[in-house]
């Protein structure tokens, strides 16, 4: 991993800023003035703690004014649409929605992230399962997955994305997650 360009070509470490936990996540939410009920869900499903989407999923949410708690989900399933276009493009340019080595190596580490309780791996775990640094990078460059370095793991890109790998699995690998 760290034989990627970005590396060679810089100095000292990034420093990595990481997401927000799932509690400061939710706080985050509702002080935008997105009620509970549907923070604590956009959370879980789709934006984890990534501020990005956190603020993309609390304008999408905030522009449903008077919200109601009947339609929370519609609102969520509205949002996760919204989200899932960008994802499927990002796994189809990794090459995980073709039959190929693209996506048979990047079902395996997806896989494993899935299985783990933290939705991480080692980077030694990632080069046992995926030895081939090309299709490391492939996965890395085509945002499925992030290095960190702070810790020399790997984890989904966002929420959405693990979200979306755990619903696609059966049908891409014709596998059941246990």
């Known amino acids: 991993l760290k034989g ?3 590396w060679s070509r810089a100095e000292l470490p990034p420093l990595e800023i990481g997401d927000l936990s799932d509690e400061e996540a939710v706080s985050y939410l ?4 997105v009620p509970e009920n549907i923070a ?31 339609l929370t989900d519609v609102y969520l399933t509205a949002i996760k649409q919204s989200l899932a276009v960008t994802v499927r493009h990002d796994f189809k340019m ?14 395996r ?3 494993a992230l899935l299985k783990s309780p933290s939705c991480t791996i080692t980077s030694e775990e ?3 399962i995926l030895p081939d640094l090309a299709l490391q990078n492939n996965l890395l460059s085509k945002k499925v997955i992030k290095y960190h370095s702070s810790d020399d793991t790997i984890s989904f890109k966002s929420r959405i994305v693990q979200t979306m790998a755990k619903e ?11």
């Open 4 to 6: 990627r360009t970005a």
């Open 30 to 33: 509702m002080k935008r003035k």
């Open 40 to 70: 604590i869900k956009a959370v879980a499903e789709l934006a984890g703690g990534r501020f990005l989407l956190l603020d993309r999923v609390a304008d999408q949410i905030l522009q449903k004014v008077p919200l109601d708690d009947r």
């Open 94 to 107: 990794a090459g995980l929605l073709t039959n190929g080595q693209e996506k048979a190596a990047g079902w």
């Open 109 to 111: 580490v997806l896989a």
């Open 126 to 128: 990632l080069d046992d």
């Open 168 to 178: 696609l699995y059966p049908k891409m690998t014709g596998e059941v997650l246990s």
